[in-house]
């Protein structure tokens, strides 16, 4: 497939049926698959023979995984991940039996997305290419009920301060030209520009540092591609192209935290990661902002000791503000 219609491949494929209505608090809409004797749950979305000249196994994997990061293996050249469970892939290999000999998932929200290829039953065609969806079942809430991840990460970093940075929201967002997510709002009022651990700084409007403060690292980013191309976020692109990213955070190490702004509603951005490191792939994280923060900070490796949050000077306003003048970014 060229590159205009891997795009539109991967949009229909995010525009089908999910499980993902609970996310709105709504009734989860079922998959159902239109194979006969297939179980509920799942929905096959490609069965036929393959490789096709441009729709194959490993052209599909290269595809996904591009978008929605590193797969897991659930079978490999005819042999099943004995320790698959219900939690970790296995609606992806029930509907075909020991037919399987490859499968890979992604996780995406409250689904799983399976390319993988089965055995033929007896035809001349060779191995079926399979593409499914299935229904993936939320991780148990991990945050006590009543507390906020805010309130967790404020408290692993013995931040008691409240509301010390206050932001022109609206001014903001007219800038950048879309609306921002509930919590980082919150949280970049509550903590302010800086770092956490001395190493992770989230991107906050008005920082004092503009290699710091989210419009002028997103108007630097967007200027570096403009220049020297956009392969550093592909296959994305920077908003404002259709669902294309918006950075919020970096750490010491280039490892980069991005939003993908692929809904009307902002709090239902999911949260992309990088290592900064070319031909790696992009990782999804599953949970709010300052629950990655959060996560990031307490599974670092190596390290037990306390945690904390270095506070940096902020401009007073927003009043001088040249969203031309961009200096800082991934130069």
Not at 212 to 232: K, M, P, T, Y
Not at 240 to 269: K, M, V
Not at 275 to 296: I, M, Q
Not at 301 to 319: K, Q, R, V
Request: hydrophobic share 35%; charged share 20%.
């Amino acid at each position: 497939m060229d590159g205009t219609a891997e795009q539109e491949f991967l949009r229909s494929l995010e525009a089908l049926p999910s499980a993902d209505d609970r996310r709105r608090g709504e009734p989860p809409t079922p998959l159902v698959c239109p194979r006969p004797g297939h179980p509920a749950g799942h929905r096959c979305l490609t069965l036929g023979p393959g490789p096709a000249p441009d729709l194959d196994f490993r052209a599909l994997v290269e595809l996904l995984t591009g978008r929605y990061g590193g797969p897991r293996n659930l079978a490999m050249g005819g042999f099943t991940d004995p320790t698959v469970t219900e939690r970790t892939g296995l609606p992806l290999l029930t509907p075909f039996g020991d037919r399987v000999t490859e499968m890979r998932a992604w996780a995406n929200g409250d689904q799983w997305i399976g390319c993988g290829t089965l055995r033929a039953d007896g035809g001349p065609d060779g191995p079926a290419l399979v593409l499914l969806l299935a229904e993936r079942p939320p991780p148990p809430p991990r945050a006590p009920s009543g507390v906020s991840w805010l309130d967790l990460l404020a408290d692993a970093t013995e931040w008691t301060r409240e509301a010390v940075h206050p932001v022109d929201w609206p001014a903001v967002e007219a800038l950048l030209g879309t609306p921002l997510p509930t919590e980082y709002k919150q949280l970049a009022e509550r903590f302010g520009p800086g770092g956490f651990d001395g190493y992770l700084t989230v991107l906050v409007p008005g920082a004092a540092d503009i290699a710091f403060d989210l419009v002028d690292w997103h108007n630097s980013s967007l200027h570096f591609a403009e220049r020297s191309g956009d392969e550093l976020w592909a296959p994305h692109g920077l908003h404002p192209a259709p669902g294309g990213l918006l950075q919020w955070a970096h750490t010491e190490q280039r490892f980069t935290f991005y939003w993908r702004l692929d809904h009307p509603d902002p709090d239902r951005w999911p949260i992309l990661t990088h290592s900064g490191d070319f031909g790696d792939a992009w990782e999804r994280f599953d949970g709010s902002l300052a629950e990655c923060v959060h996560d990031h900070l307490l599974s670092a490796p190596g390290y037990s000791g306390p945690h904390w949050f270095d506070s940096y000077d902020s401009y007073d306003s927003y009043d001088s503000y040249d969203s031309d003048d961009s200096p800082g970014g991934p130069d």
